[in-house]
């Protein structure tokens, strides 16, 4: 069992820049990626950024080069460095551990989300 925890999300203006992080509390026999999606009011969930065990990331296009997701070298923590930020940003922020073990067990655990407001 994983819990995950994030933080950071707050009010901010157009242009300016936020730092989530993602704790990750407990273990797990999965090999995962850790993912950022998001949420705004009467949209569905989307997907931002993802990385793996090799620092391999991925991005949504609507923030490539304006967000960069990294994590620290234990795994512990999970990070969404977001620059330029827009209205359009504004979202409930949750963070994601998807993966599969060894015999095929499917880990997909998510933490309750932190909200970033963008005003223009």
């Known amino acids: 069992q994983v819990d995950l925890v994030e933080s950071g999300g707050r009010p901010v203006q157009a242009g300016g820049s936020l730092k989530l992080s993602c704790a990750a509390l407990?273990?797990?026999?999965?090999?995962?990626?850790m993912n950022w999606y998001r949420q705004a009011p009467g949209k569905e969930r989307e997907f931002v950024a993802r990385i793996d065990e090799y620092d391999n990331a991925e991005y949504a296009d609507v923030v490539k080069g304006r967000f960069t997701i990294s994590q620290s070298d234990a795994r512990p923590e999970v990070y969404l460095e977001m620059n330029m930020l827009r209205a359009e940003d504004t979202a409930m922020y949750y963070c994601?551990?998807?993966?599969?073990?060894?015999?095929?067990?499917?880990?997909?655990?998510w933490g309750q989300g932190t909200q970033v407001t963008v005003s223009s």
């Open positions: 407990g273990h797990t026999t999965c090999d995962y990626t």
């Open positions: 994601n551990l998807h993966g599969h073990s060894y015999t095929g067990y499917e880990c997909n655990y």
